[in-house]
């Protein structure tokens, strides 16, 4: 909360107050005027509409993605399937910074650079391991039974999955929802590398690196941006801290 705390009320105060007083006196003078010339000169405004985008997108592929594949790996054994599992197991052994370029060069060859769908599809495209796991996991646990009810009912493969398996992973996919959420909000790297020749697609995270000049740096700009940033997270997190808690203690439990 420290952190949080100091960002905010730096975000209140003067330049000068900011740099020359404790970090956590209470400004002298409110300043509100940051947030406004956050949104309008910083255009903070603009960046907070495409990470919603680029988030909301992101967090749709990725859950269609790793429910399906985590159905697949947990409820039918297949030719290769403990090697597929392998392979993503190793995967997460791979820096992110190593696959920046190669993400960069097939954005590039879909002509997509600089794109919000270009974001979208590289922030969507990693084997997030993790939500994987905990599907697969989750899914060994389903009892047979209802598998099996649901055949006698005249369910094909896909019914199987949309109407009943899907409902029960509730837990697990809203775990799954704020943890992409919090990575595809915060990402900085890919964002920064794949928006440098068209500003207008940037994200608030590299936003906020706009407020650092080659000579001064807007400290009360940057507080003003991240507690932007920062605020849609922990109200999303405490809104369904309950859920989060329920995905992760049922896929360790299963």
Not at 46 to 72: C, E, K, Q, R
Not at 108 to 119: A, D
Request: aromatic fraction near 12%; glycine fraction near 8%; include cysteine.
């Amino acid at each position: 909360i420290v952190p949080i705390a100091w960002v905010f009320l730096a975000s209140l105060k003067s330049q000068l107050e900011l740099v020359s007083g404790n970090p956590f006196d209470l400004p002298k003078q409110i300043l509100w005027s940051n947030f406004a010339d956050a949104f309008v000169k910083a255009r903070m405004g603009d960046y907070l509409l495409n990470t919603i985008i680029v988030t909301a997108f992101s967090v749709i592929i990725v859950l269609i993605m790793t429910m399906m594949a985590g159905y697949a790996m947990g409820r039918y054994k297949f030719l290769g399937r403990n090697l597929c599992m392998a392979v993503f197991l190793a995967s997460i052994a791979i820096p992110l910074v190593s696959t920046i370029i190669p993400t960069y060069e097939v954005v590039k060859g879909m002509n997509l650079v600089g794109t919000k769908l270009g974001l979208i599809l590289s922030q969507a495209g990693g084997a997030h391991v993790i939500f994987l796991l905990l599907f697969t996991s989750f899914f060994q646990s389903v009892p047979n039974e209802l598998e099996e009810a649901s055949k006698i009912d005249g369910c094909n493969y896909f019914q199987t999955f949309f109407y009943i398996m899907m409902k029960l992973c509730k837990p697990v996919a809203t775990t799954v929802v704020i943890m992409e959420t919090i990575w595809a909000w915060n990402a900085f790297m890919l964002p920064l590398v794949l928006t440098l020749n068209n500003p207008s697609s940037r994200t608030l995270a590299v936003g906020l690196y706009a407020f650092k000049g080659e000579n001064t740096v807007d400290w009360t700009g940057i507080a003003a941006g991240g507690s932007i940033a920062v605020i849609p997270v922990i109200i999303l997190f405490v809104l369904m801290q309950k859920h989060f808690v329920e995905g992760i203690a049922g896929a360790v439990k299963s």
